[in-house]
């Protein structure tokens, strides 16, 4: 369980597992120690979370022009993550120059100013963009420093108890310092406070995370998890004696219900959130977060906001709380007037707030909506940034569980939250992300996606940006092909359903999966394919139906279930048909037969598709024996029957040679079609055919 476990009726706060090995670490550099204490930490999610915290060693590197001796702070730089850093993304800085700059500060308002001059300290060029937690790296004495967020230590910096707290755990050993916005002036503070008391192990800083430090790199880490440890200790001793945010109000539904609804209402929440950009859901039904959003306190809680920057920056500072009564009587209606709702709030805050060099207000649509009786969904550009938007609220839950088990939990002041929402150096990080693929946030399923071509087709979605649904008949293959592409890909872009197209409920469910996953989708590439051949006169009534069940049936029940959720913001179904569908084939008529049928299918959904914006086209392919679990079977044998030839290499160079270009078609140069038909850059395409066959004249199109 994700964050902690159950005691009586209270979540938990997840307690950090010491992980250091001596037996690692032997031999490596200090260099090397500082990335092995930052991964060790940033695996841990009771530490920090994806791209939280920063770390850092003041190292001795000889000047690469001079030779001469020097002090160089390796600090991970922007935008980093300490589950994954490696050498590569630490800023290295000259730590008497960073230093010097004390003399240049002015005040707040040199805040900005300072920043920029960071990277001017630079050990060596085209290095690490420095963050802008660097100087509580360079200003503070200790030669290895831990800047983290664990949910333990901010809820007593988030709380109205938090200070005496943090007395009654640590007694002296500990400083706490009142808010203060991340940068120049709180480092000063930092190093105030620590000249005054040199035998403090670390400071809470409210509203912030914990700084924390030791002589060494193990000891450093090891001071940094105990710490985390005695607030984790402190609070779930007090959150074990009873019900954290008043006790339920509203319980939720059961697990099936559950995933059955949230399947359903994923897709209008992406409806809603608008096309630019179109967003990707990802939902969460944990019991840390069923226990939040069905407590009686969260409308309260909610309203407050996140207090962490680092929680904020990637959930909004609230969330769009839904009411489940209203859902049910009023439907979209209700959810259009919830989220429009949502965005003039959100301008009201940007006016109120915004300074006159404020970057443009940014998109003003929820990141996070909370359901009381399934869960939380959040939506953004892409999936990873979805789920991870989910994992920093989940650590906002928490928060607000531990601070309210010793006082009462406080949000940041709006103006606080705004400054660093839109502060020039969040703004100046955005702009240094990759522009977006050409399938960002794009959802497509596949059936037939463990096959040669389904793979190749998903790959290719893939590469161009698009999160994919393999669906395939349970098995081996399935669960090989989603593996390999997860690894190659990212395991939150690839999902896999074992799917039987013959079957209208394991369709219905393959798309619900989809739904719920992804919240909708964008593209369908019905795929899964038999095949058999036989004279007329010994196709059998099964091997007739067999056929036409697979290629035709399957295909409407298909493209049935994806007309619904394409509907949203249009989309594009691509029949990965035959050349057979236009060509006839000597002993194959069961097959063509069907294929034909799926061909005029897709003529018929192309015009019942084209008033909401849904293409439908069709790509024939002839002859793909590479990777074809098809060809791998009794067809080859058939089919080299048929033409009288050897089924071995000779069926393959018969193909190659009867088709005009003499060339072979490969499963890579379908997906290329299906791709093309699949973008925008088919986007005034439908009802067409698009032969990939090396050249057939019996299959051209009239």
């Known amino acids: 369980m994700d964050g902690g476990g ?124 420095p963050s802008i937690d660097t100087p509580l790296h360079a200003l503070l004495p200790f030669r290895h420093i831990d800047h983290t967020h664990p949910d333990a230590v901010i809820a007593l910096a988030a709380s109205s108890g938090g200070e005496s707290a943090a007395r009654e755990i640590w007694g002296e050993a500990v400083g706490w310092t009142p808010w203060l916005r991340p940068g120049f002036e709180l480092a000063l503070r930092l190093k105030a406070i620590v000249a005054a008391r040199p035998d403090l192990r670390g400071v809470v800083m409210a509203g912030h995370g914990l700084i924390s430090w030791g002589g060494t790199s193990d000891a450093c880490y090891a001071n940094t998890l105990s710490l985390i440890a005695d607030a984790a200790d402190y609070l779930n001793a007090r959150l074990s004696r009873g019900d954290a945010f008043g006790g339920s109000a509203t319980a939720p539904l059961g697990p099936e219900a559950r995933a059955a609804a949230a399947a359903r209402l994923a897709p209008r929440l992406r409806a809603q959130a608008g096309n630019a950009p179109r967003k990707l859901v ?66 009201g805050y940007y006016e109120r707030c915004r300074r006159p060099d404020s970057p443009s207000v940014r998109d003003p649509n929820p990141v996070v909506v909370l359901h009381p009786q399934l869960g939380m969904f959040t939506l953004a550009k892409d999936k990873t940034t979805a789920r991870i938007a989910s994992e920093f609220y989940r650590n906002a839950i ?51 996606g463990a096959g040669g071509i389904g793979r190749a087709v998903a790959e290719r979605l893939l590469a161009e940006g698009a999160c994919v649904v393999l669906a395939d008949l349970a098995g081996e293959a399935l669960e090989t092909v989603a593996g390999e592409l997860a690894g190659r890909f990212g395991p939150d872009r690839v999902r896999r359903t074992p799917m039987d197209v013959t079957d209208e409920d394991a369709v ?80 194959a008529s069961a097959y063509a037969s069907a294929k034909a049928a799926a061909v005029h299918l897709a003529r018929c959904l192309a015009l ?86 090396a050249g057939n004249a019996q299959a051209f199109t009239r």
């Not at 706060?13 to 670490?25: D, E, M, T």
């Open 6 to 129: 159950r005691v009586g009726s209270a979540t938990l706060l997840a307690k950090p597992a010491p992980r250091w090995s001596a037996a690692a670490a032997a031999g490596k550099t200090e260099a090397e120690l500082l990335v092995y204490r930052s991964n060790l930490l940033g695996a841990d999610l009771a530490v920090t979370n994806f791209g939280g915290g920063n770390t850092s060693a003041k190292l001795v590197e000889a000047d690469p022009i001079t030779g001469t001796a020097t002090e160089v702070l390796w600090v991970k730089g922007s935008g980093g993550d300490l589950g994954s850093i490696a050498a590569g993304g630490f800023a290295r800085l000259r730590l008497a120059s960073l230093q010097a700059l004390e003399a240049r500060f002015g005040g707040p308002e040199d805040e900005d100013r300072m920043a920029g001059l960071y990277g001017h300290a630079a050990f060596e060029p085209g290095g690490r963009a």
């Open 282 to 347: 990802h939902f969460d039904d944990g019991p840390e977060t069923l226990e939040f959003v069905g407590s009686s306190r969260v409308a309260a809680l909610a309203e407050l906001g996140t207090s962490c920057p680092d929680h904020f920056l990637r959930t909004k500072v609230r969330p769009l709380l839904l009411d489940p009564a209203r859902l049910e009587q009023y439907g979209e209606a209700y959810l259009a007037e919830a989220f429009g709702a949502y965005r003039a709030t959100y301008a």
């Open 398 to 448: 928490n928060v607000m569980r531990g601070a309210g088990a010793i006082g009462d939990y406080l949000g940041l002041p709006e103006q606080e939250a705004f400054d660093i929402e839109y502060w020039a150096l969040e703004e100046a990080k955005l702009r240094r992300l990759p522009p977006p693929a050409p399938l960002e946030g794009r959802v497509a399923l596949i059936t037939g």
């Open 508 to 587: 219905a469910g393959g798309f619900a999966y989809a739904a719920r996953e992804f919240g909708g989708l964008d593209i369908l590439v019905a795929n899964a394919g038999i095949a058999s051949a036989a004279a007329i006169e010994e196709t059998t009534l099964s091997i007739w139906r067999r056929n036409h069940d697979v290629l035709a049936e399957g295909y409407f029940l298909a493209s049935r279930e994806a007309f619904p959720l394409l509907k949203t913001f249009g989309g594009s179904i691509v029949f990965v048909g035959s050349k057979n569908a236009l060509a006839a084939a000597t002993n």
């Open 608 to 693: 019942e598709g084209a008033p909401f914006g849904i293409r439908v086209n069709v790509v024939n392919p002839d002859a793909v024996i590479r990777g074809s679990r098809i060809w791998d079977g009794d067809w080859r044998k058939e089919r080299a029957d048929a033409y009288g030839i050897d089924p071995g290499e000779a069926l393959e160079a018969h193909y190659r040679e009867r088709s005009l270009l003499k060339r072979e078609v490969l499963p890579e140069d379908v997906a290329e079609a299906v791709v093309f038909l699949a973008s925008d850059r088919a986007a005034k395409s439908t009802g067409n055919i698009l032969n990939v066959d």
